[in-house]
């Protein structure tokens, strides 16, 4: 299909295919084993021709990362962090996580019959748990602060063996990349003009910039997009420094958001998310949790039901068309980044309906309730 | 790709394409509108050797549905069905469901601009109700008989102008084909021995079969795999009737299991799926809440979390392959048909456990659990 002196992109049915098949020449592995997926990616690029036009701009599409194996991007990650852990004989890995990461990581380390261990924050809703301990993973809840677990974790892990898929480990870096191959694939080797990435660790925006890298630097695409760090305003070290104008990030003390998912407070790839942005004319953009629910109410009525941050990207470009940054002419991309099923409490915060009525009295029901 | 004098399958990257377009020759549309879809469909085929290794057959795969918008297989039909009513110029939708087909349904009415009314059943638990509610769907809990309000719905429908796209409505039925079509594309024309659906309404059962009957027709396959009907032997009329050598299914009286969503006592589509199974050599099964529970464990164990009903064709296999009927050659597909995030309160009879300790004391925990 697309061949380059650096690297091709295999051909073949991505119903028949796995991506650490189609993008071989762009993992550093010697000899691919698709037995430890679960057949990730390859994820839809849904346009959104409606909110498109209610913000006037060209097109919005949502990348819709919900179609994962463990209902997230995390997946794309792990199957390559779980591929160097085998090749390098590990027979444990683990993972520091506030929940999606943990569900993934418990789920290959079940298809690959590793002993896995998943070690979560005290902040994690409770329905999360359960869903991480089902794959048969070691759970555990570690009271103390999480940037400090993610390093502890390493350490602990090179004392004994365990390799720890933690958010920013370069082969996770290496699994985000797929993302922007996709998109590049979806959109004929064109780019969109921004793609905007919820953001808490920064693993996940480095691996899509690096992703888009090196499909410029193979000739696949000419272009790398406008790329926006999104944060929760209640928890962006990445966009405060950005702001300020400073070098490093800093951590926050408090950070506060309903969206668990990303608040990290003082995130391990922080300062080179911060490094990549600046040299690549990239953006930071915060947004409410107020904004993230509506954007999230919003991303539900064209049918995709996201969890809270994963409705930061949308709440995101609403921000960014008002500043009139991104165009009228602008094609966006959206990472919708994990399942809204992951998070139904949140719901309570919609002050959704639900009506009830005998069967006798339905139809009289539906004819009150006509508009 | 595959052409026939009957059909063609539209060559394409699924990664640019809806199964509406790959398949169009196979839908009874003039025209497809593919605005209508959420990228729907093309689930991997997974295999398990793990497992088929453990059951002493040849080979296992898991036709993952739980990676569809809204993680089900019900997507397929509500998308066929949705197709159909706006081509009838209907501007208002409507379902009765367990839970699923609701959430299904909401998503693509929300999708394509419909009024959507989503008419539920009191048993479904309560973590349902508000991801059916998000879409924006008139989400109704409606009390009385399940199976007279599935007959009502389509009456009111008539009266008020409501395209109800219930579960065994002939384009819905159009729409699981889809899952048949897929199959054969992933076996390379192959088909597997076994074909194992959970089944309720009977609906997506009849869909499969009629996939597969339609690419036999056409000459892309040679053989019809042997269909197996997999129920909860707390609400199983048509396993019932088939084992009792009954014309036709009756009414569970008192239906039991904790698979609300294959629970329908009196399934609209039994007698059809009873004639279809006579006819074709097709088998049924029925699993108790146990076994389904143990299946569902084992399915996590091997990294895919389904919901209850999901796992009942795994603890189909078991039975089947006990009496010898799955033999050791042969090769096997389990429908998974929606995700375990669907349902996550079940998890509570797995017994999981989550551990809990400081970041301090972690180090410990760890060689305390050391195996």
């Known amino acids: 299909m697309a ?73 794309r990650g792990t199957v390559v962090g779980v591929h160097h852990a085998l090749s390098l004989g590990y027979r444990r890995i683990g993972t520091v996580s506030s929940g999606n990461m943990a569900v993934s990581v418990a789920a290959y380390g079940a298809r690959a019959g590793l002993k896995t261990y998943a070690l979560v924050s005290t902040s994690i809703p409770l329905e999360k748990l359960n869903p991480i301990a089902v794959y048969g993973a070691v759970v555990i809840q570690v009271e103390g602060d999480y940037g400090d677990l993610y390093f502890r974790s390493i350490e602990i892990g090179k004392r004994k063996g365990i390799y720890f898929i933690n958010s920013d480990v370069p082969l996770r870096v290496e699994g985000s990349k797929t993302i922007a191959f996709e ?37 696949l695409i000419s272009d790398i997009p406008t790329m926006v760090c999104a944060q929760a305003a209640g928890c962006a070290p990445i966009h405060d420094a950005y702001i300020n104008n400073e070098d490093m990030i800093s951590r926050v003390e408090y950070p506060q958001t309903i969206a668990h998912a990303i608040e990290n407070p003082y995130p391990p790839s922080g300062n080179e998310v911060l490094r ?9 953009v915060a947004v409410t949790d107020d904004e993230m629910l509506q ?48 998070y139904t ?21 539906i004819s009150q309730l006509w508009d």
Not at 345 to 365: P, T
């Open 276 to 284: 990549k942005l600046r040299e690549g004319g990239g953006l930071c």
């Open 295 to 342: 954007a999230q109410k919003e991303l539900a009525c064209e049918g995709i039901f996201g969890q809270p941050k994963a409705a930061v990207p949308l709440a995101a470009v609403k921000k960014l068309r008002e500043r009139d940054i991104i165009a009228h002419d602008d094609t966006v991309v959206c990472i919708v980044t994990g399942g809204g099923l992951k």
């Open 345 to 365: 409490a949140v719901c309570e915060r919609h002050d959704l309906i639900v009506r009830s009525c005998s069967l006798m009295g339905l139809e009289m029901l």
């Open 183 to 219: 998109i590049c694939e979806q959109m004929n080797f064109g780019v969109p003009d921004f793609v905007i990435v919820p953001t808490s660790s920064g693993g996940n925006i480095r691996g899509i910039i690096k992703g888009f890298e090196e499909f410029r630097r193979c000739g």
């Open 3 to 75: 061949m380059t002196e650096w690297g091709t992109i295999v051909d073949g049915n991505p119903l028949r295919q796995t991506i650490l098949e189609r993008y071989a020449d762009f993992f550093p592995f010697d000899a691919i084993d698709s037995n430890v997926s679960l057949y990730e990616g390859f994820t839809p690029l849904v346009p959104s021709r409606r909110l498109a036009s209610r913000l006037a701009v060209n097109n919005i599409f949502f990348k819709n990362e919900t179609e994962n194996p463990t209902w997230s991007f995390k997946d």
